[in-house]
């Protein structure tokens, strides 16, 4: 059976959760369009989380049919896929191991940007129809988060053995548990978010040609 690669981050910046592998690992193992999720834990490190994503990828033998890479974005009312990946790591914050990189590119030789293969506006015309809230975002920002994105996007664009594997990144709204340590954060209950994903997926698969619809905004 075709494998779907979902990723998702440890807990970062104080937070003992993290929503984006809450979500991967609730859906390890289920079986979506003849393909089978397999759910993989990325630290939340610069390098290192390609690293671990590099194994996942070779082993086994066989291209997963999709990567999906979630992230936690806390402030976000609705499930973003993203549409662009950028080459350049600016950290705001330390990474889990204290990195905190400035103006560095993830991939020295790498193009300006990479563009999502994942239908992302179709992805999020399916998720509304389903009374699920989602948007289009147009930034990664420049974390780890974006890091993954990006080194993602490049591996599929220039390994052979990646050439029919489709992938993208989702960025995922805080859990209520951190909103109650964070009074007037917005949240998202797991099971919504969990569902979202089930939509995204059978979307992703089942969708070639993406939806030509709006999806910019002014900022």
Request: overall charge neutral; some cysteine; proline content about 9%.
């Amino acid at each position: 059976m075709p494998r779907i690669l979902l990723t998702g981050f440890e807990p970062f910046d104080r937070d003992t959760v993290n929503p984006s592998w809450e979500v991967a690992r609730a859906l390890d193992g289920w079986a979506c369009g003849g393909a089978a999720v397999q759910a993989l834990q990325l630290p939340c490190v610069f390098g290192a989380a390609l690293a671990r994503l590099d194994e996942a990828l070779a082993l086994p033998s066989d291209s997963p049919a999709l990567v999906v890479a979630l992230g936690l974005a806390g402030g976000r009312t609705e499930v973003t896929p993203e549409r662009v990946a950028i080459n350049v790591d600016d950290a705001r914050i330390p990474d889990n191991a204290g990195r905190q990189p400035v103006d560095a590119p993830v991939e020295p030789r790498g193009p300006a940007a990479y563009f999502s293969t994942l239908p992302v506006k179709a992805i999020v015309h399916a998720l509304r129809q389903a009374g699920l809230p989602a948007a289009v975002s147009n930034s990664a920002g420049t974390f780890v988060c974006n890091h993954v994105f990006y080194g993602l996007m490049h591996r599929l664009a220039t390994r052979p053995a990646l050439a029919g594997t489709r992938g993208g990144f989702v960025h995922l709204p805080a859990l209520p548990e951190q909103a109650a340590r964070l009074p007037g954060t917005p949240s998202l209950a797991l099971a919504t978010q969990v569902e979202a994903l089930r939509v995204l997926l059978r979307t992703a698969l089942s969708t070639t040609a993406d939806l030509r619809e709006q999806g910019g905004s002014l900022h």
